[in-house]
């Protein structure tokens, strides 16, 4: 068999080609691992639990299981339950994401500041950030509990209260509970980002402004505040998104009760899920929330990237 000047000539420019392909995938051959471990943990639970929000999923009914198509969003758009649910939601995100950024940012003001014995109250300050957020709603329902707990007769003696009794049982007030709970427990969280974003700023900027007579408030607006932003901005952004899909206090303090006042989204479809065992409908309800709090996520980036440019 006799080679020719042209197929010479082909496989000369075929060694290089391949040589380019080689270089080119090795950097995704060493993510690779990475990559299918988080398409076989995230990506294929989230495309299941999507196609269940098209099909009839309950787990008593053996007959369950053919698809559907939208009627789970039909029932869900008569939902009264769901939307009493999503205004609590707001209510329960708003309150909480507010009260923990001031009572976090005070903190971080406050151990920004050298004083002896900083790390200890420093741990102390982070301490509720570790307790599981189950225990933390046992403890925070026992301590509303008039029995065993001191907080009604502290609101009695205050005269915040007719008499000692649980406001986790008092429509008006049991929302009140868990977002306490979770302003508590949150805390850490701002104060810990915050405080490093604080640490960051270069201490000059402070002393310049001091010897040309600046104020404490005037510091702050001026140079904290500006320098804070960008943390405010993703810290603000991460905890609301994580606070909106938080059920665990509700869910130990109230399970959504009573009658359904202290109801998130997040609580009701842990309802559907897994007391009603309607996999299907809750799967539609998850599939609106995370629909709600991508567009969220979207507008606050690009209201972030505008005042960025302006």
Same mark, same amino acid.
């Given at each position: 068999? +006799?080679?020719?000047?042209?197929?010479?000539?082909?496989?000369? &420019?075929? /060694?290089?080609? =391949?040589?380019?392909?080689? &270089?080119?995938?090795? #950097? %995704?051959? %060493?993510?690779?691992?990475?990559?299918?471990?988080?398409?076989?943990?995230?990506?294929? #639970?989230?495309?299941?639990?999507?196609?269940?929000?098209?099909?009839?999923?309950? =787990?008593?009914? !053996?007959?369950?299981? $053919?698809?559907?198509?939208?009627?789970?969003?039909?029932?869900?758009? /008569? &939902?009264? *339950?769901?939307?009493?649910?999503? /205004?609590?939601?707001?209510?329960? +995100?708003?309150?909480?994401?507010?009260?923990?950024?001031?009572?976090?940012?005070?903190?971080?003001?406050?151990?920004?500041?050298?004083?002896? $014995?900083?790390?200890?109250?420093?741990?102390?300050?982070?301490?509720?950030?570790?307790?599981? *957020?189950?225990?933390?709603?046992?403890?925070?329902?026992?301590?509303?509990?008039?029995?065993?707990? #001191?907080?009604?007769?502290?609101? %009695?003696?205050?005269?915040?209260?007719?008499? !000692?009794?649980?406001?986790?049982?008092?429509?008006?007030?049991?929302?009140? $509970?868990?977002?306490?709970?979770?302003?508590?427990?949150?805390?850490?969280?701002?104060?810990?980002? =915050?405080?490093?974003?604080?640490?960051?700023? !270069?201490?000059?900027?402070?002393?310049?402004? *001091?010897?040309?007579?600046?104020?404490?408030?005037?510091?702050?607006?001026?140079?904290?505040?500006?320098?804070?932003? #960008?943390?405010?901005?993703? @810290?603000?952004?991460?905890?609301?998104?994580?606070?909106?899909?938080?059920?665990?206090?509700?869910?130990?303090? @109230?399970? $959504?009760?009573?009658?359904?006042? +202290?109801?998130?989204?997040?609580? %009701?479809?842990?309802?559907?899920?897994?007391?009603?065992?309607?996999?299907?409908?809750? *799967?539609?309800?998850?599939?609106?929330?995370?629909?709600?709090?991508?567009?969220?996520?979207?507008?606050?980036?690009?209201?972030?990237?505008?005042?960025?440019?302006?």
């Amino acid at each position: 068999m +006799t080679i020719s000047a042209d197929m010479i000539d082909e496989r000369r &420019d075929r /060694k290089p080609w =391949l040589k380019r392909l080689a &270089d080119g995938s090795t #950097p %995704y051959l %060493y993510s690779a691992p990475s990559l299918i471990l988080i398409a076989g943990v995230m990506l294929v #639970p989230l495309v299941i639990g999507i196609s269940y929000a098209f099909r009839d999923i309950v =787990l008593l009914n !053996p007959f369950s299981g $053919g698809f559907i198509g939208l009627d789970h969003f039909r029932t869900l758009s /008569k &939902d009264a *339950s769901f939307y009493g649910a999503l /205004k609590n939601t707001l209510w329960w +995100t708003g309150a909480s994401v507010l009260l923990q950024f001031i009572f976090g940012l005070i903190l971080a003001l406050l151990l920004d500041k050298p004083f002896h $014995g900083r790390g200890v109250v420093q741990a102390l300050v982070f301490l509720p950030w570790a307790v599981p *957020s189950f225990l933390a709603g046992l403890n925070w329902a026992w301590l509303f509990n008039p029995v065993i707990g #001191p907080i009604p007769h502290w609101l %009695y003696a205050m005269g915040l209260m007719n008499e !000692p009794g649980n406001i986790l049982s008092d429509p008006h007030y049991a929302m009140w $509970g868990p977002i306490i709970a979770n302003v508590w427990w949150g805390i850490p969280f701002f104060a810990i980002t =915050l405080l490093a974003a604080l640490q960051a700023i !270069p201490r000059d900027l402070y002393e310049a402004a *001091s010897i040309d007579g600046a104020g404490w408030f005037q510091r702050f607006r001026s140079i904290t505040l500006p320098f804070l932003a #960008p943390t405010i901005a993703i @810290t603000v952004l991460l905890r609301t998104v994580w606070v909106s899909n938080f059920a665990d206090l509700i869910v130990v303090m @109230t399970s $959504g009760g009573p009658a359904d006042r +202290t109801q998130i989204v997040a609580s %009701y479809i842990f309802t559907q899920a897994f007391r009603a065992l309607d996999f299907g409908y809750a *799967s539609a309800i998850a599939l609106v929330l995370l629909v709600l709090l991508l567009a969220y996520s979207m507008l606050i980036i690009l209201l972030r990237q505008m005042l960025l440019k302006d």
